[in-house]
Structure formats: C-alpha cells, structure tokens
C-alpha cells in the first residue's frame, strides 16, 4: 500500500491531505520533524512526502520509494536538494501561486508605511513628542517618489499595480523581465540602488543573489532611502543593513524574511531603528491557507494517480 507522509506543518488540521491520501487507498501519517534525521526516518519507504520547513536531504531522498514525489508547501524549495531530487528521480511540486495577492498586499502596505514614516510618527507620540515636522522631514510627495524593484516578477508586477494610483515613479533591474509597465524604467543594478527612494526586493536566493544587499550596495543607496524585503532573507547582509540604519545611513526597512528563521535573539536586527521585523507573516490569510492545501491536496492526488506535478520544482527534471 502507497504511503503519504506529510513531515511538518504549521496549520491545525491536514484534513484535505489526507483525504487526497485515503480516496487514492494510501496510507497517511503525520509528523512534526525539524531535522533532517527526523525527516529521513520518517520518509523512508513513502510514495509522496509533503514537506514544509524542515529540510529534505539527499539521505531523507534516497530512502523514499521508487517514483517517488515530494511536494512543498509554499513558494520556496531552498529545504530540499534538487540535484538530489534530479540523482534518484524523484518527482519535485512546489505550490508558487497561492499567496500572490497575500505577498503584494503586505509588500505595498509596508512601503507605504516606511515612506509616510509612520513607525517614526507612533513612536514620538508614545515619546510624548507632538512634532509632525520635526520627525517627517525630509518627506517627499509620492508623485515625486520612485519605488525600485529587484526582481519585477509576478508578485513585484502585483505591488506596482497596488501602488500605481498613488502616482510613483517606478524602476526594476531584471534581466529576465521583456515586457512593459506603466511609468517603469529597467535599469542595471548601480542604477536600480543609486535611483530608489524605497527598495522592494522580489528576487530568488541564488549563488547570484544571495548577499546582494550587502555594505557596498546599501553605500550605494540614497541615506533617506527605505528598504523592503518580503521575498527571501538571504538576500540581505543583515549584519551590514543593522549598520546601515544605526548609522542613519538608510532611513527605514521592513523585513518579513531573515536568514535564520524564527529570528535568533541576538541578531543586531533586533536593535536597529527604524526597523519594522514580521515573524514570515506576509504569505498569510485564511483564504491562502486554504488555497495552499487545497492545492496540496490535489498535488497528492495527481502523484497517486499517476499524474505529472502541476508546478515542478524549477531545476527538477522528473515529471
């Protein structure tokens, strides 16, 4: 009998999964594993593991059943090992569109959070302060702002539909993006950071990308700047940007993401001013969790049945 282990998951109940699991006569089990060896006893032999944050190792992968697919909860595949995946063909699903809306409404909000200086203005009133001025300045119209995207994407192209009709100027550096966007200019990435009064990040971690935001770009940024970032936490030196905005050098970020999550106690993150920090919260809505297992669901549904994965795992090449 097929078997569908689902190793992790943040959400009460798992009850679309396994009734995806049960109406295709396969065996479905549960578990709460954070580390890798967790995860390798508890896939072994399984047709379809369902994975969400812990990792899924070349060993956890060897030990799955032939024909195998593993299946991701969310946009991100940075926990499992492609090559690995690619060496013991094992299927590979991530579920990449069921918080778009969810992504670009948390993006957009905290922009234009940072750029009206709201975090600022609450906490020079909670101060005793009474001094609009004083804490704004310098504060520049949107019609005079420009918004910088890394990255211009699905979810970035979302965000720039969002804020459109507050009349900012836009620019994006991406090499792989051919089309056109109202009041969007392509640059190059010296002039995406040196153009940018506020700097949203919409970039996978690549060898590439990973650090991209480091001492030497954020110099390169306007000091009244703000900065970003809903997309992934490797992109950001956050050592340098922690520098960046005790310094005064950057004048404002928004994080949703880090590079160890939940963010450790001791990360100079936390003591960095004006500095809004999620817990990895932008992707969230109720509509969205039930979307992401719904589709899920139907990822199993098509592994048991003998059907190709919806949305391959880019890089994986078993079908």
Wanted: net charge neutral; proline share 7%.
């Amino acid at each position: 009998m097929k078997r569908v282990i689902v190793t992790d998951a943040t959400f009460p109940e798992v009850e679309k999964e396994e009734a995806a699991a049960r109406a295709a006569g396969a065996v479905f089990e549960r578990y709460a594993c954070k580390t890798a060896e967790e995860v390798a006893a508890a896939v072994k032999g399984a047709d379809v593991a369902v994975v969400q944050f812990a990792p899924l190792t070349r060993a956890a992968i060897a030990g799955l059943a032939p024909g195998a697919t593993a299946i991701r909860y969310g946009v991100g595949y940075n926990n499992f090992d492609v090559p690995a995946l690619n060496d013991h063909g094992v299927k590979a699903a991530y579920v990449p569109d069921y918080c778009t809306a969810e992504v670009a409404d948390h993006t957009a909000a905290s922009l234009l959070a940072l750029l009206r200086k709201l975090p600022a203005l609450d906490a020079s009133v909670r101060k005793g302060d009474w001094a609009a001025v004083a804490v704004s300045k310098p504060l520049k119209s949107f019609s005079e702002t420009t918004i910088g995207f890394l990255g211009f994407g699905r979810i970035a192209q979302e965000v720039a539909s969002r804020l459109a009709p507050f009349g900012f100027r836009f620019l994006a550096h991406d090499p792989y993006y051919t089309g056109s966007f109202p009041r969007l200019t392509l640059t190059d990435l010296p002039g995406l950071l040196a153009g940018s009064d506020a700097l949203t990040l919409h970039a996978p971690a690549t060898p590439e990308t990973t650090g991209i935001i480091n001492a030497t770009t954020l110099g390169q940024m306007k000091p009244t700047a703000v900065l970003v970032n809903t997309a992934r936490g490797d992109l950001i030196d956050e050592p340098a940007l922690a520098a960046a905005l005790t310094a005064g050098r950057l004048a404002g970020a928004a994080l949703d993401v880090f590079q160890t999550e939940p963010l450790p106690p001791d990360n100079p993150l936390r003591q960095a001013p004006n500095l809004l920090l999620g817990p990895h919260a932008a992707w969230y809505s109720d509509v969205a969790v039930e979307r992401l297992q719904s589709l899920v669901a139907d990822e199993i549904t098509r592994a048991l049945t003998g059907q190709g994965v919806r949305k391959p795992v880019p890089g994986s090449t078993a079908k």
